[in-house]
């Protein structure tokens, strides 16, 4: 499934949602960011502020100083599709030129897009869209089970040592007065010794 991956390399987190941005679906669309909007646009009522926003000049910068720092962390990260009409690309390569900033939308936003675009490859490239969304939720709430064992094997750790400092106590306590005994029976007798 290597365009769910693809998709998934553009998912970003912006203002606490999970979003892709105008271009990047203009380009698994295959159709131009213009042309995109324009459908938005026209169909405006049905893109409200939680299904679609603008990013601000700062949010967009931030964005892309990110993808740069990844981008230069790893040799050369390419963005590879099945699709036979798209080349590789690099994860950074649409983001020259911008005038406006983008329009970032949210999973229900990219679900409602699909009441909008109509051609079969809108359609296809819809369902793996959400896919990619759903294996994305899939992770981050792996994610989030590990952190919470974790947290649940910290927690008994702590509580073993708990016990075992109070075992190694006892077991002081113990040895203390098993040797308290034995200097009392190898003490030296004074008195009266009787013989047997």
Do not use: C
């Amino acid at each position: 499934m290597q365009i769910i991956k693809s998709i998934q390399n553009r998912i970003y987190e912006i203002r606490g949602e999970r979003v892709m941005l105008d271009f990047d679906l203009a380009l698994l669309y295959e159709v131009e960011t213009r042309i995109l909007n324009q459908a938005v646009k026209r169909n405006l009522k049905r893109f409200p502020d939680d299904f679609m926003f603008q990013l601000t000049k700062y949010e967009f910068e931030n964005l892309r100083a990110q993808i740069e720092n990844l981008n230069q962390g790893m040799s050369s990260q390419f963005v590879m599709t099945n699709t036979p009409n798209l080349k590789s690309q690099s994860v950074t390569s649409s983001w020259g030129g911008t005038r406006k900033m983008p329009y970032a939308f949210t999973e229900q936003g990219v679900a409602m897009l699909s009441g909008i675009l109509k051609s079969d490859k809108a359609i296809n490239m819809n369902i793996a869209i959400m896919r990619a969304f759903v294996d994305v939720r899939k992770i981050l709430l792996k994610q989030s089970n590990i952190h919470e064992q974790l947290t649940e094997i910290k927690e008994r750790i702590g509580e073993h040592d708990v016990q075992l400092n109070e075992l190694y106590d006892a077991m002081e306590n113990l040895i203390e007065e098993k040797i308290a005994q034995l200097k009392w029976n190898d003490r030296q007798r004074i008195g009266f010794k009787i013989k047997e």
